[in-house]
């Protein structure tokens, strides 16, 4: 069954910190995989895509990385600000003719402290 | 920057009733999505639209759900006699053309049948 984990749940750090967001998938065959931050009431906004053949891609002081052979990624924020304060969903789209429907996990809430 | 616009933000039917959401794709796109996540649940796919058909649905997208876009711009999701379960937030999606590209979120819209 194609599934999206992520860890941990929640996460509270202080500001100007570095963090580092966990993912596990078992989407196959598989796409793409991508993060999104999604702010309370709010949809969710992409940060980054990557394919198969992609290692890391970076948005500013976001970088995520993908290992596809173990099929895990990780997405690391830099110098936390307190706008980050958000859910991060690891998103796998499984390859199906180029619909690109979603696969979601179930986000990490991160909570950035002053 | 152009966005996806999705209207009401929250609709309030009873149970039984029939309900319309709303979306406005940003205007160049081409493929159309509707998502859902009932509270503290996964984002989940309901149905991918493209040239004017769906392309791709999920086991949640039943005969009391249908898709419509009906003037070129706006892009709807209709349930037929909602139930309770149908409560959830409801998020409408686009993107332009079939490479890597994201998926572009709108707000979505709070459902809550009484």
């Known amino acids: 069954k194609n599934q999206v984990e992520q860890s941990p749940q929640s996460l509270i750090i202080l500001e100007g910190k570095n963090c580092t967001l966990q993912?596990?998938?078992?989407?196959?065959?598989?796409?793409?995989l991508r993060w999104y931050k999604q702010d309370t009431g709010r949809g969710p906004v992409s940060l980054t895509i990557?394919?198969?053949?992609?290692n890391t891609k970076s948005n500013g002081r976001y970088t995520a990385t993908l290992d596809a052979d173990t099929k895990q990624s990780s997405l690391h924020i830099t110098a936390s600000q307190l706008s980050d304060s958000a859910s991060y969903i690891c998103?796998?789209?499984?390859?199906?003719?180029?619909?690109?429907?979603?696969?979601f996990g179930a986000g990490t809430r991160l909570a950035v402290h002053p | 920057e152009p966005e996806v616009t999705q209207t009401p933000s929250h609709q309030v039917t009873q149970m039984g009733q029939e309900v319309i959401l709303r979306c406005v794709p940003i205007?160049?796109?081409?493929?159309f999505y509707w998502y859902r996540q009932i509270l503290g649940q996964k984002v989940e796919f309901l149905v991918s639209?493209?040239?004017?058909?769906?392309?791709?649905k999920s086991e949640i997208f039943d005969d009391q759900f249908s898709v419509e876009r009906p003037d070129g711009s706006n892009f709807t999701l209709k349930i037929r006699s909602t139930k309770l379960e149908d409560s959830a937030m409801y998020f409408c999606?686009?993107?332009?053309?079939?490479?890597?590209?994201?998926?572009?979120f709108g707000d979505g819209t709070r459902l809550s049948i009484l």
């Open positions: 999606a686009s993107r332009l053309d079939i490479s890597n590209q994201p998926q572009h």
């Open positions: 993912c596990n998938y078992t989407v196959s065959p598989f796409s793409n």
């Open positions: 990557m394919t198969f053949s992609e």
């Open positions: 998103v796998v789209s499984p390859f199906s003719g180029g619909y690109n429907k979603l696969i």
């Open positions: 205007s160049n796109h081409l493929y």
């Open positions: 639209f493209y040239n004017n058909e769906i392309s791709e």
